[in-house]
T-cell receptor, first 117, second 113 residues
């Protein structure tokens, strides 16, 4: 069965410092994709970054990077130079990419990040 | 470009009433998803469509819930009759056939009293 685990219910970071949000996953699929979404207090879900299991390079999008360690089944999100606007809930998600896989995303329970000034 | 549009943004209704939530996906997207988010259960997929056809409705809680997608630019999620335990934020999301990421609407906050 597929599963996403986010073990940090809450995290604090000082403004301008880097922070790592943990995500581990379990899947029997050979090919899969991993996603991170941000949900600020206003409630919308914002797509941040994607990593395919077949990608040799770690994904990066601006201040966001994904530390993908396939053997450890981890896909941690790294936010560099934290800003006050980064305070939000962060969700890790996954779906299988094999032929016939449906489009259902498996979601973690989220990590609440607070950036202190 | 317009993102996913949902209406209403907030809905307060009494138990037993019918509730209809509406969604307009991003133009050109082939997939449409309905989610429910609560503190207790997190984010749950209710149903998703591909090219207007329901593909997986295994997350629909019970017969009180129904969803339709009459055309590529419109979908509804209906709850009849509504119950207090249906109170949640309901999200609609859409994605391209070739892409993987889903783009979410702003959500509808439903309160059933």
């Amino acid at each position: 069965a597929q599963k996403i685990t986010q073990t940090q219910p809450g995290m604090f970071v000082q403004e301008k410092e880097a922070v790592t949000l943990d995500c581990t996953y379990d899947t029997s699929d050979q090919s899969y994709g991993l996603f991170w979404y941000k949900q600020p207090s206003s409630g919308e879900m914002i797509f941040l970054i994607y990593q395919g299991s077949y990608d040799e390079q770690n994904a990066t999008e601006g201040r966001y990077s994904l530390n993908f360690q396939k053997a450890r089944k981890s896909a941690n999100l790294v936010i560099s130079a934290s800003q006050l606007g980064d305070s939000a809930m962060y969700f890790c998600a996954m779906r299988g990419l094999n032929a016939g896989n449906n489009r259902k995303l498996i979601w973690g329970l989220g990590t609440s990040l607070a950036v202190n000034p | 470009d317009a993102g996913v549009i949902q209406s209403p943004r907030h809905e307060v209704t009494e138990m037993g009433q019918e509730v209809t939530l509406r969604c307009k996906p991003i133009s050109g997207h082939d997939y449409l998803f309905w989610y429910r988010q609560t503190m207790m259960r997190g984010l749950e997929l209710l149903i998703y469509f591909n090219n207007n056809v329901p593909i997986d409705d295994s997350g629909m809680p019970e017969d009180r819930f129904s969803a339709k997608m009459p055309n590529a630019s419109f979908s509804t999620l209906k709850i009849q009759p509504s119950e207090p335990r249906d109170s949640a934020v309901y999200f609609c999301a859409s994605s391209l056939a070739g892409g993987s990421e889903q783009y979410f609407g702003p959500g509808t906050r439903l309160t059933v009293t």
